[in-house]
């Protein structure tokens, strides 16, 4: 139990479908981000959030969209997906932002687009 | 231009030290290093952390040569609950650009 939960664990969604994942975190901290992770490829970031205000968005498509309305919760919603976006979505937290800052991982949501 | 660069895999047996390398030539002066431990289908967790010379937690020991273009995580005795992916990480405070850039990871497999 890392003190950030991710729901729901799984998902599997056609391309026209329209889905959220949510992330909390309890642990006070003011920075979070999205990362994904598909199969046998690197952790890559997708959008960091410093106090709610967006600070990095890694060249994600549209069809991501974030949103974090507190520091403590952080939203992605998908809408018209592709396959290749079937992947391990990671949330995570930390105090400070900046890749000195422990991160504090979530469990993950494992999507499937069909 | 990539942050670090580690070995794809390591192979080990149980009881062994393990030692892995990551090179971070372009590490600036406020840079932290900092490594995480992933398993299958979790979130990356943090290990441990050093700026140079040696630090030393109840799971690992981090050594950061003078120059601090590479560091060693070195894990004491390994088990087979140590098989996992280990990343280093370089970054300072910044919220923007390259600071999270996990790259490849080392994979390694303890052998009983």
Redesign the interface.
């Known amino acids: 139990e ?1 003190g ?1 939960t991710q729901t729901p664990r799984h998902l599997v969604m056609g391309m026209t479908n329209k889905k959220s994942l949510k992330c909390e975190q309890h642990l006070g901290h003011n ?1 979070m ?1 999205w ?1 994904k992770q598909s199969a046998k490829k ?2 890559e ?1 997708m959008f ?1 959030y ?1 106090f709610k205000e967006q ?2 968005n890694n060249s994600v498509p549209s069809r991501f969209s974030p949103e974090c309305p507190n520091s403590s919760h952080l939203f992605l919603h998908l809408h018209t997906l592709q396959p290749e976006d079937s992947a ?1 979505y ?1 949330c ?1 937290s930390s105090q ?13 949501t ?1 999507l499937t687009v069909l | 231009l990539a942050k670090t660069t580690q070995p794809i895999s390591m192979d080990s047996y149980e009881g062994q030290e393990v030692n892995i390398t990551c090179s971070h030539n372009n590490i600036a002066t406020n ?2 290093i ?1 490594w ?1 431990q ?1 398993f299958p ?6 290990i441990i ?1 050093g700026y140079k010379t040696k630090v030393t937690n109840e799971v690992a020991s981090l050594f950061i040569p003078a120059d601090r273009k590479s560091s060693t995580l070195s894990l004491p005795r390994v088990s087979l609950s140590d098989t996992a992916v280990y ?1 280093c ?9 390259n ?7 080392t994979s390694l497999t303890v052998i009983p």
């Open positions: 890392t950030v920075a981000y990362y690197p952790l970031l960091v410093n600070t990095e391990l990671l995570a400070g932002a900046g890749g000195y800052n422990e991160q504090f991982f979530g469990p993950g494992r | 840079d932290y900092t995480y992933q289908s979790q979130g990356p967790r943090f952390q990343y990480l370089v970054g300072d405070g910044q919220s923007t650009g600071q999270f850039y996990f790259g490849t990871g």
